[in-house]
Each structure stands twice: as C-alpha cells, then as structure tokens.
C-alpha cells in the first residue's frame, strides 16, 4: 500500500468511526487512533513521511476554525477567567513542572528542549475533548468551557513551544526578549485575525453565490495562520480570531440561509474527516516514534511514565482549588460563567483534558537539527520528546477517552434539559415576537385584508411554537397542532408529486437529445423547492 491509498484509507475509515462510536457508545477520535495504532503494525503499511514543518500549518487550522465557530466571543468574555486559570496558568505550570522533571529524567535533553516538551504536552485537546464530552451527555456549560480551555490552552502552549524551539536552535535564550516576542505574537495575530475577518466578510457580500463563499471559506483558516506566521505572529490566536469575527452576529447575514446551511454542511464534513485523519495518523506514527527509539524505549519509559503522572495529576491538583474559588466568586458576584459546579463536575473535567492532535503535531514538528550558533548537529533529544509525548497522548486519550462515559455515569453527572429547554423557550418567544412586531409593521404601511392579517398572525406564533409549543396555552397548542398536522400531510403529498417529477427528470437525463444541461438545472429547481417546502 502506498501513502495514497493509505490516505484514502483513513479518509474512509473517519467517515466509518462515526456511526461505529455512535454504536459502541465511544469515541470516533479514540477509535481513529487504535484503527491508526492496528494499521501501523501491518508490515505492508508504509511509515508516513510528512515534513515537520507542514505539519501544524496542514493540521490546526481547520480543526481550530470549525472548532471556533461552536462559540462566540460573548462566551470568551463571560469566562475569560477560567479560560485564564485553565488555558494560560494551568498551561505554564504544567510546562515548568514537565519541564523540571523532563531535564532531570532524560539525560542529554537540555533545558530548551525539556520546556518544548512541557509545552507541546501541556494543552489538552479542543477536538478530543469537544468529541468525547459532547457524546457523553455532559452540561453545555461544561463542554462549552472544554472547548474554551482547549481553543486558548493551544495558542498559550504553541507560542511558548516556539520561544523553547527558538533557543534550542540558537543556542541563545533572553527573558525579555521572549516576553516581548510573547506579547508581539498575540498583538500581531489579533491584528491578522480581524483584519482578514472583515476582508473575507466583504468579500463573501461580493461573492454572493453560497458555493463560492463556501470554498472562500476554506482558505480561510490556512490564510489566517500563514499571514500571521509570516508576520512573527501566532498563527493558531490569528485563526480563533477570525474564525470568532465571522460567526459573530455583525459579521453574519441573518438572511442568507442557503450560504449558511451550505457552510454549516461544508464545515461538519471538513471537520469529521480532519479530525479523522489527524487521529489516525497518531496511531501510524507509533510506528515511526518506536522505530526511532529502538532499543532506548526501556530507558525512556520511567520517565515517560513520571511526565504522564505530572500532567494527569497536576490538572487535578490545580482544577480543585480553581474550581472551588471559581463557585465561591460565582455565588457572590453572580457571574455568567461556564464553571464545573460541585467536585464532580470538577472531576470530569479534570479526565476530560486528553492530549491529542496538536501535540503530536507540535512533537512531530520539533526541528531534525539545531543551527550553527548552537554547536549544530541533530536536535538535543528528539527521540526522547517524541516518545514521552506519544506516551502522554495515548494514556490519556485512549484510556481516559474509552473511560471518560463510564466515569460520567458513575458520579452521574447529567446535561442541564431542563435549562435548555426553558432557553429554547425563551428565544421562541422573542421570535413569535419578532415576527408578530413585522407583522404590524407591515400593516402601518400596507393594507390587508382582514383573513390575511389573521393567518399571518397565526403564523407568527406557529413559528415559535414549532419550536418550543409552551409559548402558547393549551387552546392554542390544540389549535398549532392541527395546523401542523394538515401542513405535515400536504408537505408529505408535495414530496410524492415532486418525487414522481424528479424520477422523471432523471429518466429522461438518459435518453438521445436531452442536454444533461438543461435536464440538471430543472433538476435543481425541483430540489430547491422539496427543500423550501413549496
């Protein structure tokens, strides 16, 4: 098999995981990864050759862009301290403390490359952790807040894996400089970030068309994070950035429904296979990372072992006292924040932090050699970041992946339906509302007839109603159920005459004189009609 086909194979195998995890009740990352790990022990599977340098431009981008869209900036800003206890302090105590074990375990490794290591294991994983707590039943808030960390963990470990990387090659390494090439990164990647966001959302208005939009936007993230790199900036905030001005409400045309459906299904499809892919190749490169180390795996494994326990009880360590303040500061200020609201919350939490694909990509990128200042010659303990790192991905993705549901159930920590639903009743209220304050809008200035005006009221409330019926009284929901019912046959009936239209068309699409042209624009009409209903 060669990497094409093996491409391919991981391509079909992302798409299979899903439906198979639905079933099994686990993962599809954790399952990609142990499909990836079975292929790698096939002889005949080739050992993938990506350049390191490819790697986090290739990988991050999309799964950070789709990631960014589930969220908004008013959930950042509500949260923004513990988004900064979980994601910026958590990330640099976990990568001194790595950093502090990993130099003293691992001879030869040097102190730059210990601090690379604690930073590329420091960041639990947005995509892991979305995928396994939002299969698992947890509270919005809860996932919401794993996204948050994960999505602000990875620019905080990226940039500081940077300045680490930069003086392992160098050889030169100075405080001040790195905490001004800190704060430039971020101050440039804002600027990148929202300056694209408005180009690209101008843009899309010109466009106008939802399939060019679509492909607009997927070179959306890959140009964000090389314009930001190229300008010293952190391609990764540059990404999020972006990605947060287009989903926000100035940057969005409430009336473009086909763009953002189209989008939306570009997006969901993108994301599965990305994820996919960058978790299967986890379980391949195992491969690779054994075959480096060879022989040297016994001597490495203790302090494989003593960085993983740091990492995994270090996030225990600090969430416990974080989260008990957090609920302390929520009581007495009545904060609108996402936060774990008992210990077992705080537990799930703490084994929802797996490490994934941004740190196998960060290992991966770790450079073959260092520069001449830095005496040359191959990158001080390579092979030891890479196998400690790999080792802290699979423990706590794959084992805390596959015992994350079990653990939920045990200390029965459920999603919050009933604050959902009474939320979804509150926006159908605000949009019968809405809908009924156009209405009489529309009635200053025009003249109806007086049925008319009476259907198109009762639609108004229909509209909320269908999506949460206790807007309205009994009376009314007997009444909103009729409608929907009659409206449910007659769509029903509509669909088999447009059915009956399509197989025609398409009967006709294979016989001699018919322009498939012509045959495929009438084909698109009786589409976008079964789709509107009408």
Known sequence: MDQLALFFALLLAAVLMVPLGDKLGLPSPVLMTLFGGVLALIPSIPNVSLPPEF??????????????????????AANKRP????????????????????????????????????????????????????????????????????????????????????????????????????????????????????????????????????????????????LAEELMGSGVLAVLTTALYLASGHAVDADDVQ?????????????????????????????????????????????????????VA????????????????????????????????????????????ASVALALAVPLSVGP?????????????????????LVTLVFQGLTLPRLVRRLNVQSDSAAER???????????????????EIEEVEELPEEVSEALLRRAWDVGARISPEIVGEERRAAHSKRVARAQKLRRLQNELLSAARHEVIAARNEPGVDPEAVDRVLHQLDVRSFRGS
């Open 55 to 76: 790697i986090l431009p290739l990988v991050l981008p999309p799964l950070i862009y789709a990631a960014a869209q589930r969220t908004s900036w008013r959930q950042f």
């Open 314 to 357: 270090l996030r225990l360590l600090w969430l416990l006292p974080s989260a008990w303040l957090a609920q302390r500061l929520h009581q007495r200020k009545d904060l609108d924040e996402d936060i774990p609201r008992n210990w077992r919350e705080t537990v799930v939490v703490w084994w929802a932090g797996m490490r994934g694909v």
């Open 422 to 440: 009474e939320l979804e009743r509150q926006l159908a209220l605000r949009v019968a509302k809405a809908a009924r304050r156009r209405l009489r």
């Open 259 to 311: 763009g953002r459906l189209a989008g939306q299904t570009f997006w969901q499809i993108v994301d599965t296979l990305v994820t996919g892919i960058a978790f299967g190749l986890i379980g391949l490169e195992l491969h690779t990372v054994f075959g480096t180390v060879q022989q040297d795996w016994r001597r490495l494994l203790p302090a494989a072992l003593a960085v993983v326990g740091v990492v």
């Open 83 to 226: 988004i900064f206890l979980m994601a910026v302090a958590l990330v640099f105590v976990t990568t001194a403390a790595v950093a502090a074990v990993a130099n003293l375990l691992v001879p030869g490794l040097g102190l730059a490359g210990a601090v690379a290591l604690g930073a590329l294991v420091a960041p639990p994983d947005p995509v892991a952790a979305t995928a396994v707590a939002g299969n698992v039943g947890l509270p919005r808030r809860l996932v919401s807040a794993l996204e948050g960390e994960g999505l602000f963990n990875d620019v905080t470990a990226i940039t500081l894996y940077h300045v680490a990387i930069a003086a392992a090659v160098t050889g030169t390494f100075s405080l001040p400089v790195a905490a001004g090439e800190l704060v430039l990164s971020g101050v440039v990647a804002v600027a990148v970030g929202l300056g694209l966001g408005w180009l690209v959302n101008k843009l899309m208005g010109y466009l106008g068309d939802a399939t060019l939009q679509t492909g607009l936007s997927l070179l959306v993230p890959f140009a964000s994070y090389v």
């Open 373 to 393: 200042d830095a005496g040359g010659g191959a990158f001080p303990g390579r092979e030891a970041i890479l196998f400690i790192a790999f080792a802290v991905v």
